[in-house]
């Protein structure tokens, strides 16, 4: 038997990405429930809760763009020119982002100041992620090897929907993990954070559903008639399953159980992203094969992913371990 | 007319974002080596002279780190946002080296900086020594994968070129990653990252010599520095000379630039020190120069002859000017801190190495002479091979995105605008801590006022015994000095 490579690297960078949502979604959500937390403790704790992490985090957007450059370079040459403004948006906002975790300790005449960029960056991130996500799915126009859209395809109503979602559904992770991370009144906060979020996260995630269910009948084709229907009506299912555990979670939960649902329900979600477009990296017109490096790239990268990721993963691991626990008060215990 | 403003501005955003982008890893790989050599003193020799040091530039570190990742970020999308094209065509020789920078080193440096800048208390001594090698060789072997792929595009080998226009790699992946110049890049470039730094810690101890020469940690980090300069500089003018015959081996009109030889010398090329370059009329005006010494230092021979740019069609030359000029400085700042590094041999022989003022004043003055020798040497190579971007095979006109020029005008503005800002803040905080004196019982990066990541977790951290004194110091629940008594 022989294994489709093409296949695997579709699976490895669908792995990156949604390790780079998840991971890097609680930190962005975190930024974008920064300003309902109190000035003082309250922020400087949850900032602390992902401080030693977050880096490590946002390398998974890296290995996303960098892996679909290296297995799938028409698929990075055509997405990057068509949602041009919303990926220098999406950096620009990380750019901000990153350096308010240093800054705001360096600076604390000023630090409200990068309290607000740390928002602002974390939600104009999140937002552009998600109207890059939506620019994908809604079809892409694609010439010979080139985008051959205009400047402003990237903007509809759709785009604009699957962008809140994406900000809804971060801010369920950050609240979520701070419910994990915190203890007494801020983990309160959390809870209520969490509820509000995850009710906004389901309504716009059936939202997209139900507009790539109805609005687009290849999609439609997919979801609605047989065989595909068969192993394509779990995911809606289970996603309905989850809905419900997190919901009655986080009225109860003091520890992860929040955040490990939140999880599940990105993952099914990402499933159902996979079933939408399958297997079509650029829809309409660009299949993962049409895109797809040499056989010898592929080769070669698979071999540095198979020696390479279960190391990352083991230490990882381990450095979240280090920083196991509640988030201390004031560091003194 | 409309493509070409698209083409320049591209060009221009991607000169902008990377060089910016460069000053911090230029900083970060030498500072994170240095780093790691005072947390193997300090636990070698338990001096806590050695700690401090740590600790004070461990905070620096923190900030230029931060603003490296950030910036990093762009450069990995810039390929595609801008390049397009190259992107698609180059992306199966060159995609795969990114990945496994990603794979090799960003996941190394990023697991293991929380640890470094925040872990100690919670691990041990010797298993954050490990976590600060680890970041320290993420840094090496990112330069290693990055400068490969710079490598390739000047000496583009182990190639196909497919059916569909795309460069495949061809049997070997070794014959693309060791490509003719990028043994010699490589060592330039790291041991440049090097003396950067070295610099950098020299002109900072130097700064606190002329405020109390008496301070131990200042004498430590400028002599330490001076070391550095003393050894690595003669040995980085050597890699340089390789580098560059290297260069006249596989891109011979860059060094047409590097030089001024417009003419060719069929009996020995004078080495140009001054010359205003006249692309025009194909002839550098105001010349002055030494005669054969060229010939003598690219042949070892003072009369071998030498091909000039009349050799080479008008459309397949570098700009002159921009070459000729930036590698002037870097040479020349590169001898400069030969010269620092003589002096401050001589100073340690007749024993005034810490009472010398204007070793220390001339110090102060080079300490940020390594950023402005490093971009002046990317600017002389990347320049120098234009009008190619992979070299002799794609014009960097043919790379570019389909974008329109004020969509590039627009994000080019957003770069420059946010880049000074953002990035000024964090020079102007990295001053700031380097304006404080090292002392005693240095702090080590705390998250402000409230003391260092703690924990309440059901499981105590594994070292935090209450009993052991050091430990405790470095956990932060001692009282310490704000300022040096």
């Given at each position: 038997m022989s294994i489709d490579l093409t296949v695997v690297w579709a699976f490895i960078i669908a792995f990156a990405v949604f390790a780079y949502v998840v991971m890097d979604g609680f930190d962005l959500g975190i930024g974008i429930l920064f300003p309902t937390f109190a000035v003082g403790p309250e922020r400087d704790?949850?900032?602390?809760?992902?401080?030693?992490?977050?880096?490590?985090?946002?390398?998974?957007?890296?290995?996303?763009?960098?892996?679909?450059?290296?297995?799938?370079?028409?698929?990075?040459?055509?997405?990057?020119?068509?949602?041009?403004?919303?990926?220098?948006?999406?950096?620009?906002?990380?750019?901000?982002?990153?350096?308010?975790?240093?800054?705001?300790?360096r600076d604390p005449g000023h630090r409200r100041y990068w309290d607000a960029a740390f928002t602002g960056g974390s939600l104009v991130a999140a937002m552009a992620q998600g109207m890059t996500l939506g620019a994908l799915l809604q079809g892409v126009e694609v010439v010979g090897r080139s985008y051959a859209g205009s400047w402003f395809?990237?903007?509809?109503?759709?785009?604009?929907?699957?962008?809140?979602?994406?900000?809804?559904?971060?801010?369920?992770?950050?609240?979520?993990?701070?419910?994990?991370?915190?203890?007494?009144?801020?983990?309160?906060?959390?809870?209520?954070?969490?509820?509000?979020?995850?009710?906004?996260?389901?309504?716009?995630?059936?939202g997209v559903s139900l507009y790539n269910v109805f609005l687009n009948a290849d999609y439609a084709a997919r979801w609605l008639t047989a065989p595909e229907i068969y192993w394509a009506a779990p995911v809606p299912i289970l996603t309905a399953i989850?809905?419900?555990?997190?919901?009655?979670?986080?009225?109860?939960?003091?520890?992860?159980?929040?955040?490990?649902?939140?999880?599940?329900?990105?993952?099914?979600?990402?499933?159902?992203?996979?079933?939408?477009?399958?297997?079509?990296?650029?829809?309409?017109?660009?299949?993962?094969?049409?895109?797809?490096?040499?056989?010898?790239?592929?080769v070669f990268m698979l071999v540095g992913v198979a020696i390479t990721m279960p190391l990352i993963i083991a230490y990882t691991a381990w450095a979240y371990w280090v920083f196991r626990g509640k988030v201390g008060h004031e560091g003194y215990h | 007319?409309?493509?070409?403003?698209?083409?320049?501005?591209?060009?221009?955003?991607?000169?902008?974002?990377?060089?910016?982008?460069?000053?911090?890893?230029?900083?970060?790989?030498?500072?994170?080596s240095y780093l790691a050599v005072l947390e193997g003193l300090w636990l070698k020799t338990g001096k806590q002279l050695y700690l401090d040091l740590f600790k004070y530039w461990l905070k620096i570190f923190a900030i230029a780190f931060a603003m490296g990742v950030v910036s990093g970020i762009v450069m990995s999308y810039q390929f595609g946002t801008n390049w397009s094209v190259f992107s698609d065509l180059a992306g199966p020789v060159i995609g795969p080296l990114m990945a496994y920078e990603v794979l090799t080193a960003f996941f190394l440096e990023a697991g293991f900086l929380g640890v470094m800048l925040f872990g100690?208390?919670?691990?041990?001594?010797?298993?954050?020594?490990?976590?600060?090698?680890?970041?320290?060789?993420?840094?090496?072997?990112?330069?290693?994968?990055?400068?490969?792929?710079?490598?390739?595009?000047?000496?583009?080998?182990?190639?196909?070129?497919?059916?569909?226009?795309?460069?495949?790699?061809?049997?070997?992946?070794l014959a693309i990653i060791f490509n003719p110049s990028f043994p010699y890049r490589l060592v330039h470039t790291v041991l440049a990252a090097y003396i950067t730094t070295a610099f950098v810690v020299g002109g900072v101890g130097a700064w606190h010599l002329l405020?109390?020469?008496?301070?131990?940690?200042?004498?430590?980090?400028?002599?330490?520095?001076?070391?550095m300069a003393t050894i690595v500089v003669p040995v980085q003018i050597y890699a340089g000379d390789m580098h560059g015959l290297n260069t006249l081996e596989h891109q011979p009109q860059k060094v047409m630039a590097m030089e001024g030889h417009y003419q060719s010398y069929p009996d020995g090329a004078p080495l140009y020190l001054f010359g205003i370059p006249n692309d025009e009329e194909q002839r550098l005006d105001y010349a002055f120069g030494i005669p054969k010494l060229s010939s003598l230092i690219l042949k070892h021979d003072l009369d071998a002859p030498l091909a000039g740019l009349d050799t080479i069609p008008d459309d397949e030359q570098p700009p002159v000017a921009i070459v000729f000029w930036s590698f002037r400085i870097m040479v020349?700042?590169?001898?400069?801190?030969?010269?620092?590094g003589l002096w401050a041999l001589l100073a340690r022989w007749r024993r005034k190495l810490y009472d010398w003022r204007w070793l220390h004043k001339v110090a102060l003055v080079m300490a940020p002479s390594g950023f402005v020798a490093v971009i002046a040497g990317w600017i002389t190579t990347e320049v120098g091979r234009q009008p190619y971007v992979i070299y002799r095979l794609m014009r960097t006109a043919d790379a570019a995105s389909p974008l329109d020029a004020p969509a590039i005008a627009a994000s080019l503005l957003a770069f420059v605008v946010v880049y000074f800002a953002v990035f000024g803040a964090g020079v102007w905080y990295i001053l700031h801590l380097m304006h404080k004196p090292p002392h005693a019982h240095e702090k080590g990066v705390k998250r402000g006022d409230k003391g260092p990541i703690r924990t309440a977790g059901i499981t105590p951290g594994p070292t935090q015994d209450p009993t052991d004194a050091t430990r405790r110091d470095?956990?932060?629940?001692?009282?310490?000095?704000?300022?040096?008594?």
């Open positions: 704790r949850a900032m602390n809760s992902i401080a030693p992490v977050w880096d490590g985090n946002e390398t998974w957007l890296v290995l996303g763009g960098g892996g679909l450059f290296a297995a799938f370079p028409l698929a990075y040459a055509v997405i990057l020119p068509a949602t041009y403004p919303l990926i220098i948006a999406m950096l620009l906002g990380l750019v901000f982002r990153g350096v308010a975790f240093e800054y705001r300790w395809d990237w903007l509809t109503p759709y785009t604009l929907l699957t962008g809140l979602g994406t900000v809804a559904g971060y801010a369920l992770l950050g609240a979520t993990w701070l419910v994990w991370k915190l203890d007494g009144g801020s983990q309160h906060h959390a809870r209520q954070l969490g509820k509000k979020a995850a009710w906004a996260t389901l309504v716009l995630m059936g989850i809905a419900v555990a997190l919901i009655r979670a986080l009225s109860v939960e003091r520890h992860s159980k929040p955040f490990w649902l939140s999880i599940a329900l990105f993952f099914f979600g990402m499933a159902g992203l996979g079933v939408t477009m399958w297997p079509y990296v650029v829809p309409p017109d660009l299949t993962i094969w049409d895109a797809a490096a040499p056989k010898r790239s592929q | 007319m409309d493509n070409l403003d698209a083409l320049i501005l591209a060009r221009i955003q991607f000169a902008f974002t990377v060089s910016f982008h460069f000053i911090f890893p230029a900083f970060s790989i030498g500072l994170a100690m208390e919670r691990v041990g001594r010797k298993l954050h020594f490990a976590a600060t090698i680890m970041v320290a060789l993420g840094t090496f072997i990112s330069a290693f994968w990055i400068l490969s792929v710079n490598s390739w595009m000047h000496t583009p080998t182990g190639y196909e070129i497919g059916a569909n226009g795309q460069f495949l790699p061809g049997e070997s992946w405020k109390d020469r008496t301070n131990p940690h200042a004498r430590k980090m400028f002599s330490m520095a001076m070391w020349g700042l590169g001898f400069a801190m030969l010269g620092v470095l956990s932060g629940t001692k009282q310490e000095p704000q300022e040096r008594p």
